[in-house]
């Protein structure tokens, strides 16, 4: 059996969702099983069954879970004021927790085959968009959502580049351009209007 640090989580349905984010992001959608996930959260397979009824449900609890708490760790509602802050917050996340963003990324490719999780996939689009709209809307950049977007845009592919191991000084500098973009545009008062 893998290594696995439950961080926490205990024995009850967290650790159970905590457990299947484990697996998916080192074993793929093939490898979820119940019988994986309890062998990870240290309990009987039964317990899954129990607290989530199908697969399907444990995975879009497992995919509502990791969003919400990547959105907690990363702090995007509440983004830092500083580049350092900001980035450092961002490089951390993805080192200390590597499962949440792999298991996300597994999600959104499986849903390109499984039509029937293309709704949780937007939820988890959207949830991470406004999420960094209101961040973005408390240094003053508004609550733009084209804004949200493009800057979510940039930071999923940069968060995609560091977990597949390429050139994390790279995405570091990406992310810190990225402040610098934004600080500027905070400073000017506004984004620029593309509406033109």
Same mark, same amino acid.
């Given at each position: 059996?893998?290594?696995?640090?439950?961080?926490?989580?205990?024995?009850?349905?967290?650790?159970?969702?905590?457990?299947?984010?484990?697996?998916?992001?080192?074993?793929?959608?093939?490898?979820?099983?119940?019988?994986?996930?309890?062998?990870?959260?240290?309990?009987?397979?039964?317990?899954?069954?129990?607290?989530?009824?199908?697969?399907?449900?444990?995975?879009?609890?497992?995919?509502?879970? $990791?969003?919400?708490? $990547?959105?907690?760790? $990363?702090?995007?509602?509440?983004?830092? $004021?500083?580049?350092?802050?900001?980035?450092?917050?961002?490089?951390?996340?993805?080192?200390?927790?590597?499962?949440?963003?792999?298991?996300?990324?597994?999600?959104?490719?499986?849903?390109?085959?499984?039509?029937?999780?293309?709704?949780?996939?937007?939820?988890?689009?959207?949830?991470?968009?406004?999420?960094?709209?209101?961040?973005?809307?408390?240094?003053?950049?508004?609550?733009?959502?084209?804004?949200?977007?493009?800057?979510?845009?940039?930071?999923?592919?940069?968060?995609?580049?560091?977990?597949?191991?390429?050139?994390?000084?790279?995405?570091?500098?990406?992310?810190?351009?990225?402040?610098?973009?934004?600080?500027?545009?905070?400073?000017?008062?506004?984004?620029?209007?593309?509406?033109?």
């Amino acid at each position: 059996m893998e290594e696995f640090v439950s961080a926490g989580y205990g024995t009850g349905r967290e650790a159970l969702l905590a457990a299947t984010v484990h697996v998916v992001a080192r074993k793929g959608l093939r490898g979820l099983t119940y019988r994986a996930v309890a062998d990870i959260a240290g309990v009987n397979n039964t317990l899954v069954a129990h607290h989530f009824g199908s697969r399907d449900a444990l995975i879009e609890a497992a995919l509502e879970w $990791s969003v919400s708490r $990547s959105i907690g760790l $990363s702090g995007l509602e509440n983004l830092p $004021s500083n580049e350092d802050d900001f980035c450092r917050s961002l490089m951390a996340l993805i080192r200390e927790n590597p499962d949440l963003q792999t298991f996300q990324y597994e999600m959104i490719l499986e849903a390109r085959r499984r039509p029937e999780l293309a709704g949780a996939v937007r939820h988890l689009y959207e949830s991470y968009i406004s999420a960094l709209s209101a961040g973005l809307g408390r240094l003053g950049l508004g609550s733009d959502s084209g804004a949200a977007q493009a800057a979510f845009a940039a930071l999923d592919g940069l968060v995609l580049q560091l977990i597949a191991g390429v050139d994390e000084e790279g995405v570091e500098r990406a992310i810190r351009y990225l402040w610098t973009i934004l600080a500027r545009s905070a400073e000017a008062g506004s984004l620029p209007n593309l509406k033109a």
